[in-house]
């Protein structure tokens, strides 16, 4: 089983619309950030989160907000989505005792 | 503003036709450059860590060096199953507590038999 899962894999919604992503993990790693990805722009992040209780934006959190329900659980809303947050989104771990951030497999998010 | 730029936007290589991939960087004071993978409708896999100058990582046909101000992933006699987006990131030193990563666009590399 894969260690960073997300669902859905793939979405297509209507502006104006509220959606979740959800992301979860097995590997135990304390830290986990949201980002996004467009063409020719790289990967962005959105939101990032310590433990359960620490939430922090990151450099384009507007239009999104999210919820931490548990070390393993990061849940990605938009409240209401438009079209220009058709992207791919990745969720990321991280523990606090190393460097790296591993990604989960992504969701496809198109807004009409 | 950190910044990281790679080059080329995408490579087709030759199998067995080595080549380079650049990533130049910008940042106050370095953490850490990393090279991640990333295959079609995949989140990026991670590769390597490069933490100061003169560092190099090797993995299979993959040799990632570190300078000043940037990073190069050499691909030595690849094969097609090296086909894949490569992605660079910096770490700033003034973000370690959060591990802020700045992403590159990315290197499309195409291998063909």
């Known amino acids: 089983d894969a260690d960073v899962t997300q669902t859905p894999r793939n979405r297509i919604t209507k502006t104006g619309k509220r959606i979740m992503l959800e992301c979860s993990q097995t590997k135990g790693h304390d830290r986990m950030y949201w980002y996004r990805q467009d063409p020719g722009l790289g990967l962005r992040l959105i939101y990032y989160?310590?433990?359960?209780?620490?939430?922090n934006k990151g450099e384009i959190s507007d239009g999104y907000s999210v919820s931490r329900q548990a070390q393993a659980k990061f849940s990605l809303s938009l409240e209401s989505a438009i079209p220009n947050q058709t992207a791919l989104y990745f969720c990321?771990?991280?523990?606090?005792?190393?460097?790296?951030?591993?990604f989960g497999p992504g969701t496809r998010l198109t807004v009409l | 503003e950190d910044q990281v730029t790679q080059s080329p936007e995408a490579l087709r290589l030759q199998e067995g036709e080595s080549s380079s991939l650049n990533c130049s960087y910008t940042v106050s004071g370095l953490r850490g450059l990393f090279w991640y993978r990333q295959d079609p409708g995949k989140g990026p896999e991670f590769l390597f860590t490069?933490?100061?100058a003169g560092e190099e990582k090797e993995k299979e046909r993959l040799k990632a060096t570190l300078t000043k101000k940037e990073s190069f992933l050499h691909i030595t006699a690849p094969k097609p199953e090296d086909s894949a987006t490569y992605l660079c990131?910096?770490?700033?030193?003034?973000?370690?507590?959060?591990?802020?990563?700045?992403f590159g666009a990315g290197t499309q590399v195409v291998v063909t038999p």
């Open positions: 490069l933490y100061s």
């Open positions: 990131a910096v770490q700033a030193r003034t973000t370690d507590s959060w591990g802020k990563l700045q």
């Open positions: 989160s310590f433990d359960v209780k620490d939430i």
């Open positions: 990321a771990t991280r523990s606090s005792g190393t460097d790296t951030q591993y």
